[in-house]
């Protein structure tokens, strides 16, 4: 099965600060990533798919991005309802895989 | 507008067998994939499968073979998972979450509620 790492595991920033997220693939997976943001009592939300394209209704203060096996999930000005875990997927093959996924606090 | 509608929450025995639904709206069902996920308090998402809602064809989680079944209803646009065998490691939130399209790719665009599963005698 395809693992993706993600880091930090947890992290807390200020508002307004520029907040970047990794996934990292142990094998290739082409741009097959997606970003969910997921918070309490609620089901995860589709954030960006393809690597780079954002979802719909997502503010455009989300980016995604990717370098080899590498893809980051960028917030570019952090705001209070952006805390929640966002975790990735591959769906480049069966099974797909999540991350154990990123804890994003206000500090 | 997409809708993904799942059952109620579920308390069941050990050994006993659960079947969740999912009733969707909002587009046509024969024309995508829908997904069940597992996901344990505190814990990571897992992928169970998925089904074709046009053919009933499915895909499986190794992990999940023998435990879970994937069925669809056509008529009533609406998914269903069979968990049997029930213990405790099968307490967690399961969700159905339909993929996005064939030209956008199988990434999970919508998604139910989610659907409480607690095992307990």
């Known amino acids: 099965d395809i693992q993706l790492t993600q880091s930090p595991s947890s992290m807390s920033a200020s508002l307004g600060d520029r907040v970047s997220l990794t996934c990292q693939s142990s094998?290739?997976?082409?741009?097959?990533l997606s970003w969910y943001q997921h918070k309490p009592g609620k089901p995860p939300k589709p954030m960006i798919y393809y690597a780079t394209n954002l979802a719909d209704g997502v503010p455009s203060r989300f980016s995604g991005s990717r370098s080899g096996s590498d893809y980051s999930l960028t917030i570019s000005s952090l705001e209070s309802e952006d805390t929640a875990i966002y975790y990735c997927?591959?769906?480049?093959?069966?099974?797909?895989?999540f991350g154990a996924g990123t804890k994003l606090e206000l500090k | 507008e997409v809708q993904l509608q799942q059952s109620g929450a579920e308390l069941v025995k050990p050994g006993a067998s659960v079947k969740l639904s999912c009733k969707t709206s909002?587009?046509?069902?024969?024309?995508?994939?829908m997904s069940w996920l597992k996901q344990m308090p505190g814990q990571n998402i897992e992928w169970i499968g998925n089904?074709?809602?046009?053919?009933?064809?499915?895909g499986y989680n190794q992990k999940f073979k023998g435990k879970a079944t994937l069925t669809v209803d056509k008529s009533s646009s609406t998914a269903y998972m069979d968990l049997s065998s029930l213990t405790s490691e099968d307490s967690a939130v399961y969700f159905c979450?339909?993929?996005?399209?064939?030209?956008?790719?199988?990434?999970?665009?919508?998604w139910g509620q989610g659907t409480l599963v607690t095992v307990s005698s």
């Open positions: 094998q290739g997976i082409g741009n097959y």
């Open positions: 089904i074709y809602g046009g053919n009933g064809g499915t």
């Open positions: 909002g587009y046509t069902f024969s024309n995508y994939y």
């Open positions: 979450a339909r993929a996005a399209s064939w030209e956008l790719g199988n990434w999970f665009a919508y």
């Open positions: 997927l591959q769906y480049d093959e069966y099974p797909y895989t």
